[in-house]
Structure formats: structure tokens, C-alpha cells
């Protein structure tokens, strides 16, 4: 992946603001778009932040993610809303993130 490929607008630090039902994230998730197509994702469980490493290349409105430890692809929708928030569309089911 090129960083060519990446809008400039994504990298840096977002925070889970908002989910539609039947989005599995939790309250205070948040994402870290580094380049050279590195992804901290982290997630507040049983009391403690957890911190997961993962590989992120975009092909037009698609986020494609690997998390090569466990064998986890995923692809998702996005884009950036008019008030600059950034949306994931799980299939018809969305969740917003907000720039830290």
C-alpha cells in the first residue's frame, strides 16, 4: 500500500463517538491510522486498554484490515461526513469516529 492511496484526513487518532445497533464496538474504542499502513486499535475491557497492532491497506471507499496473530481479515466501507466525522458502514449498519 502506497500512502498515496490513503487520505490525508484519515491518518492520525479517532474515538468511537456514535454506533447504530448491531455494531459490536464498545464505549471509548479508538483507532490510530499510522503510516506505512501500521493501525493501533484499542479497546477498554474489564477495566484495562487493550492495545491490538493491525495492517490497514484502502482501495477507493474500502478500509481492508489484517490482524496476521489471529488470521483476521476484514473489509469495511467509509468516508468522512460533512461535519468530519468518520463513518464505517458495516454493511448497512454504521458507527462514527471523532478525531481526538
Do not use: C, K, N
Not at 490513503?6 to 454506533?19: A, D, H, K, M, N
Not at 496473530?69 to 458495516?90: I, K, M, N, P, Y
Amino acid at each position: 500500500m502506497s500512502a498515496e492511496q490513503v487520505p490525508g484526513w484519515l491518518f492520525g487518532e479517532w474515538r468511537l463517538r456514535e454506533v447504530e445497533p448491531g455494531v459490536e464496538l464498545q464505549e471509548g474504542t479508538g483507532m490510530e491510522f499510522l503510516a506505512e499502513g501500521e493501525l493501533v486499535y484499542t479497546i477498554p475491557l474489564e477495566g484495562r486498554v487493550h492495545r491490538f497492532s493491525l495492517y490497514y491497506s484502502v482501495r477507493g471507499d474500502e478500509l481492508h484490515t489484517r490482524q496476521p496473530e489471529a488470521d483476521h481479515h476484514q473489509s469495511v466501507g467509509f468516508g468522512r461526513t460533512e461535519s468530519g466525522l468518520l463513518e464505517f458502514d458495516f454493511a448497512g449498519v454504521r458507527a462514527w469516529f471523532e478525531r481526538v
